[in-house]
């Protein structure tokens, strides 16, 4: 489907990163001022080709001549994954060549060469050399600099160079240099040599564990097993993308090889991607490393050396003659192809006659047809001796020789794949060596996307920039930094990427802007392609393992693709210059929305990515006009994003609103409803002094334009942020709504506003109020559809509970999945929560606590950390009443770390509330009274007979226990008088321990204040009336009915689920008893009440019960 507008056009420019080499005479204007121009252009010419062929030899190109200066670049018009060590190189061995030139005065020429790594912008379509300047960037300039400053003769390279090339080369560090344009000091460094023979790989050193391919280092260990117990010759080919594990296998075989046989010939050499003569230099390296010739060796004394690696006999002399041209002496030896390769195999096989022999050829992609054919002619002619020949190759092989070693029978090629998200954290965590966080493990183990190397070059890189924290044996990322892009990663990905074919690489720099995932139809429009032209590219692409095709793609009727890595998209779009990006990502949302139609939503993130970041683009780009054209598209695309998300991932809404807000600045006028979606979003975040700032300047502004409908919803948001901070002023707030809304004609806003005072009502124990709104908010929602109904289902639901009807449950279900059904996931993870504050008292902890689990589950992954937070309240509670201390106290922590003065203020109350009846019940003295005092002021300024019960009830209890007999009476009297909070169903709850309280003061007045009026109407205040009756028995001296009475509480208690009250039963029942001279009866419960206190740690209840089990009459009975 083709887009609105005309697809952009192709871009001219590229983003690269590139080495630059900069490299300039020293003296030369003093030594040319007098000298004849001819000669001077003469001794030029000469410095100029020697630069010019040094560069070119390693794969670089000539930007230009400027003066006596040459500026040569590594990485245009195709870039390398070794430019780094390329340039470095083209350095050195322009430094060694120019001491072999002469001045006009007859003396050594000298230079200073200078390398920088960096990103530029390189025009596209200027052919090097043609004179024209096609490279602009710092890392050019920079490259300049070091230039001037490197040491006469010698090479200084920047800081990224020097780390991209710090395993090849040796370095000093010279001092550090202030250059013109930089803020800092820049680290350099003068390379002082190559740490190992170019073409040959270093030994590498493997500090990880070898983790997954079992099957293919069997598969690899079995054949050479085979070859040596056969002395058969094998050709095994390990094939696989860069960095997928190729080096790491072929070490792993080393292991083995060297392990189980003795005396083992290992050989290895690696064919080279430039230069001259490199047709068989893999092979001449394993000779001269057989024969100990050093680069530094004088053909003399290679000639030596090879003739004493060649064994006596009389094809001695014809074996020497031609293995000569493979060290380099001799390079014309006359002889044919196939005499050259029959002496070749015939030295090898004399090897493998003497000891077993691995001949390990590396990057055979790289490799010239003739090698491949030598390999091919080893495989075929070579017999009877174990020599056992691996070969490593990228996939890029099979697509130039498809053929390559097929038709014979001892050639094998294993395929590595890439290792799974579980092999790929079992190394991360190895290289790392201690536990990494989810946080953490994900980004990596996206980016890696299986591929070792890519894993292990993001831990090198964490590490290089001490980005990593460690802290009791886990690692995360150091606050405030994403995880980087390696510049090894990125320089392999961008040389496979310019071997591509023009038309190739602009179909994945499309695809690249629509995202990992990418549809043919996308990259067709993008482009004004043929859509069947786009899929045949990409089963091309799909067989480089560049791209993937999905099985089924989300999108009807389109072929669906993605990336194999990650990386190789973000690669691909970073060389995008950024209007091009801009256009294309406007290409890309028309596209969608096409494709969409009125199923925008469905799409929203996607479409508010690509209008945003073109938006983004265009400014950066100084395309002011393009800017002001995007602006109302982001807008409308971010605000939908919003909406998508709101309930979903609120994270993600509050940044699509927040971003959105930004396009809307005061006076424009869609900002004051606008404000109203991210002050709402905010507050389910837990951001909420923002989002009471935001709400309020949202019922400014709507009032000033007489929007009472928007005023209401706006008043809603503060009014529930003002509730979750215990603010008095959510009084005003809902007498204000409720207000207005009366003045209004039906609608859904109106129908909140009823619903919102009804929950105020409820809130402050006025039950039959709230029941009445609700039935007004009821019939209005029916006349409208009700598209409010799970809203005053639900907030009937709790009422018809609070007032004792086990029939609200069923409200509140059947509101949830009402909500469900429709979407509105936040709603659902509240009430949840509010359903298990009826179970508790209704059904037992024990299933409220499983409720609480989903709530957790459902919030969490939705980013709700409001609700989070009193969902943490509300289990600990659970926990509490379970006897699950450990578990209360930990979620206690947790709720002190997530707290802020911005938000959790109720909830921190609600947690530090139980927090103090734990510390009570193991006798610990670490309540604090300025801790009591905050509870008691947080409780009363919300206004909440709930919260006032929780709060109140604990204080009391714990000022009695620290012995402020006057402070916890007053407490208990201030509840006792409340008729808000002897409606809530967390009064029976409390209850039992209350006027535990209050008859350890000494007052059993106040005592039965608190029982007055409190009917048996569900299980928990049934269960608390008969404790109560029993402590108020046993206080007035009728022991035998506080006995009987105990001991029904205890049976109640246990089939409940509520272990401290079941013991602290047992006890009464256990005292009462022995009271009356009834040991025997008493022992057996309490020995059931001192396990289950041991078990809670209840330190002065334990005590009491030892000092009862320990008179005369207990033990005898026992």
Not at 750 to 774: D, M, N, P, S, Y
Request: proline residues 5%.
């Amino acid at each position: 489907m083709p887009s609105s507008s005309a697809a952009p056009p192709p871009p001219t420019h590229e983003r690269k990163v590139v080495s630059a080499l900069f490299v300039d005479l020293v003296g030369f204007t003093a030594t040319s001022e007098s000298a004849d121009p001819e000669d001077v252009e003469g001794m030029l010419t000469t410095y100029f080709a020697m630069a010019r062929a040094q560069i070119e030899a390693h794969g670089g190109v000539v930007e230009k001549f400027i003066g006596d200066a040459v500026l040569g670049v590594f990485g245009v018009p195709a870039a390398h994954e070794d430019d780094p060590e390329r340039a470095v190189r083209a350095a050195l061995r322009i430094c060694e060549d120019a001491a072999g030139l002469k001045t006009l005065d007859g003396t050594p020429l000298r230079i200073r060469v200078g390398v920088d790594t960096g990103e530029v912008l390189v025009r596209l379509g200027v052919a090097p050399g043609a004179g024209e300047h096609f490279v602009t960037g710092d890392t050019i300039n920079t490259a300049s600099r070091i230039q001037a400053i490197a040491p006469e003769g010698g090479v200084a390279v920047g800081r990224a160079t020097h780390d991209a090339t710090k395993a090849v080369f040796g370095y000093e560090e010279l001092p550090p240099a202030v250059l013109k344009g930089k803020a800092e000091p820049v680290r350099i460094f003068r390379p002082t040599a190559a740490r190992a023979r170019l073409g040959v790989d270093l030994t590498r050193t493997h500090g990880s564990a070898y983790v997954g391919r079992e099957i293919d280092l069997g598969l690899l260990k079995g054949l050479f097993d085979k070859s040596v117990a056969a002395s058969s010759v094998h050709l095994v080919t390990v094939v696989g993308e860069p960095g997928i594990g190729k080096s790491r296998i072929v070490a792993e075989l080393l292991a083995h090889a060297q392990a189980r046989v003795p005396g083992l010939t290992w050989r290895q050499g690696r064919c080279l991607p430039y230069g001259d003569g490199v047709t068989f230099w893999a092979l001449g390296e394993i000779v001269k490393a057989h024969a100990g010739i050093l680069e530094s060796d004088d053909p003399t004394v290679a000639a030596a050396k090879i003739d004493d690696a060649v064994p006596a006999g009389p094809d001695r002399d014809w074996l020497r003659q031609r293995l000569r041209p493979l060290v380099g002496v001799d390079a014309s030896s006359g002889a044919e192809r196939e005499e050259l390769f029959a002496a070749w195999r015939t030295f090898l096989e004399e090897l493998a006659e003497a000891h077993p022999t691995v001949l390990v050829f590396e990057d055979i992609h790289w490799a010239d047809d003739a090698m491949l054919a030598f390999l091919e002619h080893l495989a075929d002619r070579a017999a009877g001796v174990p020599l056992f020949v691996v070969a490593t190759a990228r996939p890029e092989l099979f697509e130039r020789d498809a053929s390559f070693g097929a038709g014979l029978a001892n050639v094998n090629r294993i395929n590595l794949a890439p290792l799974s998200d579980e092999e790929t954290a079992q190394l991360v965590a190895d290289l790392l060596g201690a536990v990494v966080p989810p946080e953490l493990q994900a980004p990596i183990l996206e980016r890696a996307d299986g591929n070792p190397l890519y894993a292990e070059e993001f831990i090198r890189l964490l590490g290089d920039r001490d980005l990593l924290v460690e802290s009791d044996g886990a690692v995360t990322l150091r606050e405030g930094h994403t995880l980087p892009l390696p510049d090894s990663i990125g320089a392999l990905i961008a040389a496979r990427l310019d071997t591509l074919p023009a038309e190739r690489k602009a179909m994945l720099a499309d695809a690249a802007v629509v995202g990992k995932v990418f549809w043919a139809g996308a990259v067709a429009a993008m482009g004004e392609r043929d859509v069947a032209a786009v899929n045949e590219a990409m089963r091309e692409l799909a067989r480089k393992e560049l791209v993937r095709p999905a099985r089924h793609s989300s999108m009807v009727g389109e072929a669906e693709y993605a990336f194999w890595h990650v990386l190789t998209r973000d690669v691909a779009y970073a060389q995008l210059p950024r209007p091009s990006r801009a256009a294309r990502h406007v290409a890309a949302a028309e596209w969608l929305e096409a494709k969409a139609g009125d199923r925008a939503e469905d799409v929203a993130e996607v479409l508010a990515h690509h209008w945003a970041t073109a938006l983004d683009l265009a400014r950066a780009a100084g395309q002011t006009e393009r800017a002001a054209s995007l602006e109302p598209k982001a807008l409308r695309a971010l605000t939908l994003a919003g909406e998508r998300a709101f309930g979903l991932d609120m994270a993600a809404a509050v940044a699509s609103f927040e971003r959105a807000l930004a396009l809307a600045p005061p006076g424009h006028p869609g900002r004051p409803r606008l404000l109203v979606k991210v002050a709402d979003a905010m507050g389910d975040s837990g951001r909420m002094r923002e989002a009471v700032e935001l709400a309020r300047e949202a019922v400014e502004t709507l009032r000033e334009q007489g929007d009472l409908v928007g005023v209401l919803d706006a008043l809603g948001v503060l009014e529930n942020c003002y509730l979750l901070l215990a603010d008095a002023r959510r009084w005003v707030v809902v007498a204000e709504r409720l207000t207005i809304a009366e003045t209004l004609p039906p609608g859904d806003e109106v129908v909140r506003a009823i619903v919102g005072a009804a929950q105020a009502e409820q809130w402050a124990g006025r039950h039959e109020a709230a029941l009445e709104l609700l039935d007004r908010a009821l019939t209005m929602d029916a006349s409208l559809g009700g598209g409010e109904s799970f809203r005053i289902l639900a907030n009937r639901g709790m009422t018809r509970g609070l007032m004792w009807d086990a029939g609200g449950l069923d409200d509140i279900r059947q509101a949830i999945a009402l909500a469900v059904e429709n979407g509105h996931g936040s709603f659902a993870a509240w009430w949840h929560n509010n359903l298990s504050a009826l179970l508790i008292p209704l059904e037992g902890p024990a299933p409220a606590l499983e409720t609480l689990r989903t709530a957790t589950a459902l919030a969490r992954a939705r980013g709700l950390e409001a609700a989070t937070d009193t969902i943490i309240g509300s289990t600990i509670n659970a926990h509490w009443d379970l006897g699950n201390l450990d578990e209360a106290l930990e979620l206690i922590r947790e709720l002190e770390r997530r707290s802020t003065a911005d938000r959790s203020v109720l909830s921190r109350a609600e947690g530090w509330s139980y927090e103090a009846l734990v510390l009570v019940l193991q006798g610990r003295a670490d309540v604090t009274e300025d801790r009591l005092d905050w509870i008691a002021t947080t409780v009363r300024a919300s206004g909440s007979a709930e919260y006032g019960v929780v709060g109140l009830g604990s204080c009391a209890i714990a000022w009695a226990a620290l012995g402020h007999a006057d402070v916890a009476e007053a407490l208990l009297a201030e509840i006792a008088a409340s008729p808000g909070m002897r409606r809530q169903l967390t009064y029976a709850m409390y209850l039992s321990p209350l006027v535990r309280a209050a008859l350890s003061i000494g007052d059993d007045a106040v005592a039965r204040r608190l029982i007055e009026g409190v009917e048996p109407e569900y299980p928990f205040a049934a269960h608390a009336l008969v404790t109560t009756g029993a402590a108020l028995a046993e206080s007035g001296g009728d022991l035998a009915t506080a006995a009987r009475a105990y001991s029904d509480a205890a049976t109640r208690w246990a089939s409940f689920g509520v272990p401290y009250e079941q013991a602290l039963a047992l006890l009464g029942a256990g005292r009462c008893l022995i009271a009356l001279d009834r040991s025997a009866e008493a022992a057996p419960g309490l020995r059931k009440a001192r396990e289950l206190f041991a078990r809670l740690g209840a330190a002065p209840a334990l005590a009491e019960t030892d000092a009862l089990l320990q008179q005369p009459t207990s033990l005898a009975a026992g």
